[in-house]
């Protein structure tokens, strides 16, 4: 009976465990998240570039491209990333990847004029060593009613 319940005691702290450090992970993405969408509006590019994976890649509206072409259109101002109003966030853990939801609405200067468009981000992070590093960022055009599941 004792060996039962040290059995069952071990059980349930491996659960606890592996839960809390879950929800730890989950966390340590949305703060970084939030920091990229403040590094972008500050055209912080020294802090995205050791963020983003070198075969990162960019999805919006306009078309698909790399780390480098991000990280120069963001320097000059071609899009400026404005503000992010982020609304809701939904994060998933497998393993050493995490994927992000965010449903936002982004102010941005593009060409020099200024938008506002309601997105769904979707940000795939991969665990290299001690960081986390930014693999995919794609825009979804959405409606306003747009909501995730979580």
């Avoid at 069952?8 to 450090?21: E, K, P, R, Y």
């Avoid at 853990?93 to 506002?116: H, P, Q």
Wanted: no cysteine.
């Amino acid at each position: 009976m004792k060996k039962l319940i040290i059995g069952l005691a071990l059980i349930i702290a491996t659960v606890n465990l592996s839960f809390s450090q879950e929800l730890k992970a989950e966390q340590e993405i949305i703060n970084i998240s939030k920091e990229k969408w403040q590094w972008m509006a500050d055209k912080n590019v020294d802090e995205l570039a050791k963020l983003f994976d070198e075969e990162s890649k960019f999805v919006h509206m306009s078309g698909t491209w790399k780390k480098d072409r991000e990280l120069e259109i963001i320097k000059t101002g071609s899009i400026w990333y404005k503000n992010a109003d982020v609304r809701d966030v939904a994060v998933e853990i497998f393993g050493k990847t995490a994927i992000l939801w965010n449903r936002i609405t982004l102010i941005a200067v593009v060409r020099g004029n200024e938008v506002s468009n309601e997105f769904t981000v979707t940000e795939i992070y991969q665990k290299q060593e001690d960081d986390w590093k930014l693999l995919d960022l794609t825009f979804s055009s959405v409606r306003d009613t747009h909501e995730i599941e979580h």
